[in-house]
Structure formats: C-alpha cells, structure tokens
C-alpha cells in the first residue's frame, strides 16, 4: 500500500511563511506528478502547484510568484513554500501524487489527509 503523510500546516500570520512537506511510503517503483491542492471553508478543492518528474512546475495564478513546489526524489517528497500568505490562503491543504507501485502498473493518484492552514492576525 502506499501512503501520503503531510506536515508543515499551522497557524501563521498574513505576510508570514509556512513550509509543508509530503512524504510518500510504501510499495513504491516510482512516482509521476506531485501535487498541492487546497479546499477553503465552503469551496471546491482546487490544484494550487505541481511538479512533473523532471521538475517542471506549474502554479495557479492565485499563488504565482509566492509558492514554490519542489520535490527530493530520493526521499518521494515533496515540498511546498508559501510565503507573503494572505487570508484566503486559509485551507486544508492536501498533497497528491501519481504513484506507480510497480514496473506493470499503470500509475494511480494518491491523497494525504490535509493539513491546515490558518491565515490570521
């Protein structure tokens, strides 16, 4: 099985930074796209940055230019460093990963559990 952990959330002020990390374990042969995505109270969940295999990175327009998503391949972890958060940046946050468990397997998309994100003064 394969499992996504999530830590770094908390609570954080507007123009702070947090850095949340995502470490996936198990029966793992090799991982595809990583990615952050993140719920607000009352909102659909939406993708907030990925990261292809070979580092290419893409971010929603909503965080560009203050998140950076990085991934240790070594480690199957993947990073995201949020800085200048504002107050709608409060969310759970939830990493996501193409995992293949085998040579044979077609890769299949995994969830952490979400960590939150609190933005306030």
């Known amino acids: 099985q394969v499992q996504l952990v999530e830590s770094g959330g908390g609570l954080v002020q507007p123009g702070g930074s947090l850095r949340l990390s995502c470490a996936a374990s198990?029966?793992?042969?090799?991982?595809?796209?990583m990615g952050w995505y993140r719920q607000a109270p009352g909102k659909q969940r939406e993708l907030a940055a990925f990261i292809i295999e070979g580092g290419g990175t893409n971010y929603a327009d909503s965080v560009k230019g203050r998140f950076t998503i990085s991934r240790d391949n070594a480690k199957n972890t993947v990073y995201l460093q949020m800085d200048s958060l504002k107050f709608e940046g409060t969310a759970v946050y939830y990493c996501?990963?193409?995992?293949?468990?085998?040579?044979?397997?077609?890769?299949?998309?995994?969830w952490g559990q979400g960590t939150q994100v609190t933005v306030s003064s």
């Open positions: 198990g029966s793992i042969y090799r991982i595809h796209t």
């Open positions: 996501n990963a193409d995992i293949q468990q085998t040579w044979r397997d077609r890769a299949a998309g995994y």
